[in-house]
């Protein structure tokens, strides 16, 4: 990974920092994403002392916000030429029916949408680089998950377990598609289970709600370093330098659900993706 560039969403803390701090120890100059100033030096100066790279900084990106991640692409394009890898990470599960900046469903909003924004801003970056990479972190839940086309911001049935599975499976079709679009270049596009991974998705942020529950299951959730190795795989390994549009988990591919295979789906949902982002493309 030496002289490589990689994006990390979500960075500040579980998988996201765990997956920053090991590439970064393998020589890649890593740019962490992180909404939050305060918890970005933090992290950052956290991912320099574990890797004992200086090769690491940080940059604001709000994937709940639209103007956000185009401040974030902008200003990522005013330093580099070249995008190697771009780890789309950051998550969110919301227990109450809560939306974006711009309006979306918040799990679909920051999960699917901010990244579908982000991919597509730095896309002539990845075109760029000599074989780049684009690691979407998806999740099991998808095998429950549907894209309510009809009312995809859930206001007539939300629950937290409807709005993730979607967002979770939209995951996987943009993977699916971004492949087919790449297709014949030397970018490639691949998605994720990390598994049962202990982290503080879950936990309400300004009550703190879930954290007692966390506490009591931690035993049995896998660390967030051990949740990265699929992603690092994802984005390091020469065995999946011509994989594209493909699921893993523990570092294998597995097949996936018929609606997750859904190619008429995966073209719809890309198409309305793209109208919801495209005064933010400019």
Known sequence: MHNKIVMVTGANSGMGLATSI????????????????GRARIAHQEAIRQSGSENIEWM??????????????????????????????????????QFTQQGF??????????????????IDHLLNAEQGRIVNVSSGA??????????????????????????KLANILFTKQVAVRLEGSRVTANCLHPGAVMT????????GFGKRVYAMLRPFFLTPKEGSQSAIYLATSPEVAEV???????????PL????????????????SEEQVQPYMK
């Open 200 to 207: 503080n998705l879950g936990v309400d942020r300004k009550t």
């Open 257 to 272: 659900s018929l609606r997750a295979n859904n190619k008429q789906d995966a073209e719809r949902l890309w198409h309305w």
């Open 60 to 97: 604001l990106g709000d994937l709940g916000d639209l103007d956000s991640i185009r401040r974030l692409a902008n200003g990522y394009k005013s330093k580099f030429d070249v995008l190697d890898v771009l780890i789309n990470n950051a998550g969110v599960v919301s227990l109450k029916h």
């Open 244 to 254: 594209s549009g493909e699921y893993f988990y523990k570092q294998e591919m597995k």
């Open 142 to 167: 998808y095998k429950v998950g549907k894209i309510h086309f009809d009312d995809l911001a859930l206001e007539k049935r939300y629950n937290i377990i409807t709005g993730y599975a979607q967002s």
């Open 22 to 37: 090991e590439l970064a120890r393998r020589g890649a100059h890593v740019i962490m994403v992180c909404r939050n100033e």
């Open 105 to 122: 469903e918040l799990q679909l909003g920051i999960n699917h949408v901010g990244h579908f924004l982000l991919t597509n801003l730095l």
